[in-house]
């Protein structure tokens, strides 16, 4: 089983960084596509990037793509995510998750074991 725990969230300036983690339990870890998601109040739960088992490939929504970058560390269970550049629509509650899939990046249904969430809080 593979429960994962964010962490990391806080408040920043507009144009500011954070660094997201999530922390996955369980031996099979290191098998699984891992990914975040985000939600904003009022707001369906929305792809913001995903990353292969071997941290091979990653994939992005449009809205971050230049500014976040994932990764993971399988050896620590652990994923990342580098915020950059950070913007006040970016505030939201941001969610990892395991998808067994491999595949269908941009789609919330196929994950599973979602963590708690971390929140984000850009300032303008």
């Known amino acids: 089983q593979v429960q994962p725990v964010e962490s990391g969230g806080g408040l920043v300036q507009d144009g500011g960084s954070l660094r997201l983690s999530c922390a996955a339990s369980?031996?099979?870890?290191?098998?699984?596509?891992m990914g975040w998601f985000r939600q904003a109040p009022g707001k369906e739960r929305e792809f913001v990037a995903a990353v292969t088992w071997n941290g091979g490939n990653a994939y992005y929504a449009d809205s971050v793509k230049g500014r976040f970058t994932i990764s993971r560390d399988n050896a620590k269970k652990t994923v990342y995510l580098q915020m950059n550049s950070l913007k006040p629509e970016d505030t939201a509650v941001y969610f990892c998750?395991?998808?067994?899939?491999?595949?269908?990046?941009?789609?919330?249904?196929?994950?599973?074991?979602w963590g708690q969430g971390t929140q984000v809080t850009v300032s303008s």
């Open positions: 998750a395991r998808n067994p899939s491999g595949s269908s990046w941009y789609n919330a249904a196929v994950y599973d074991y």
């Open positions: 369980g031996r099979t870890f290191v098998v699984y596509a």
